[in-house]
């Protein structure tokens, strides 16, 4: 049975940094795709970036590029999202979700985590 458990999500002020990890169990690491997804009150949920666990192919979306980096530690089944430059929009809870492929495009994704809150405020 998947299983994903994020963690490290808090409040920071704007500017600052954070990272998201997100333990994966249940599945064999290597034929997944892992992602990020983000969802604000009163807002859609919002992809953020993606990596194939077999080949480390990373994508982001626009609104992630040049600020949030998504990394692996397959020894670890662990995948993290490193958020810098923080800003008060990126308020949300923000989730890991895992599906059975070697590509993040067109992917559906089956198994999410509780997802962990980030608040950017002063």
């Known amino acids: 049975q998947v299983q994903l458990v994020e963690s490290g999500g808090g409040l920071v002020q704007p500017g600052g940094s954070l990272r998201l990890s997100c333990a994966a169990s249940?599945?064999?690491?290597?034929?997944?795709?892992i992602a990020w997804f983000r969802q604000a009150p009163r807002k859609e949920r919002e992809g953020l970036s993606c990596?194939?666990?077999?080949?480390?192919?990373?994508y982001y979306a626009d609104s992630a590029k040049g600020r949030f980096t998504i990394s692996k530690d397959s020894a670890q089944n662990t995948v993290y999202l490193q958020m810098n430059s923080l800003k008060p929009e990126d308020t949300a809870v923000y989730y890991c979700?895992?599906?059975?492929?070697?590509?993040?495009?067109?992917?559906?994704?089956?198994?999410w985590g509780q997802g962990t809150q980030v608040t950017v405020s002063s």
């Open positions: 979700a895992a599906e059975s492929s070697h590509d993040c495009r067109g992917v559906d994704f089956g198994s």
């Open positions: 249940g599945f064999t690491l290597d034929h997944y795709v």
């Open positions: 990596i194939s666990m077999r080949d480390g192919s990373t």
